[in-house]
């Protein structure tokens, strides 16, 4: 019975990774969730009180600035290790 052939190419190893664990930097997560939290009450005060001085002059823009912090703090929760 033939023998069969070694194997010419040499077995895959993956390259070594670093053993260093990356760290999100301490501002990160308070940005986060501070930035959700004022992008939820920006909507919610636009609903509960559209008479507002501040909010009745932005009118639909009020939807626009609520989901711009809460998508930057989406943004910002991919960068958290």
């Known amino acids: 019975?033939?023998?069969?052939?070694?194997?010419?190419?040499?077995?895959?190893?993956p390259p070594q990774r670093s053993q260093q664990v990356k760290?999100?930097?301490?501002?990160?997560?308070?940005?986060?969730v501070v930035s959700w939290i004022i992008g939820i009450l920006w909507i919610s005060v636009y609903?509960?009180?559209?008479q507002a001085r501040f909010l009745?002059?932005?009118?639909?823009?009020?939807l626009l600035i609520g989901f711009v912090f809460i998508i930057f703090g989406v943004v910002l929760?991919?960068?958290w290790r």
């Open 56 to 62: 009745s002059d932005l009118q639909n823009w009020n």
């Open 47 to 50: 609903y509960v009180a559209p």
């Open 77 to 79: 929760s991919t960068r």
């Open 1 to 13: 019975m033939p023998k069969s052939k070694a194997r010419k190419k040499a077995v895959y190893t």
């Open 23 to 32: 760290i999100s930097p301490r501002w990160l997560a308070p940005t986060m």
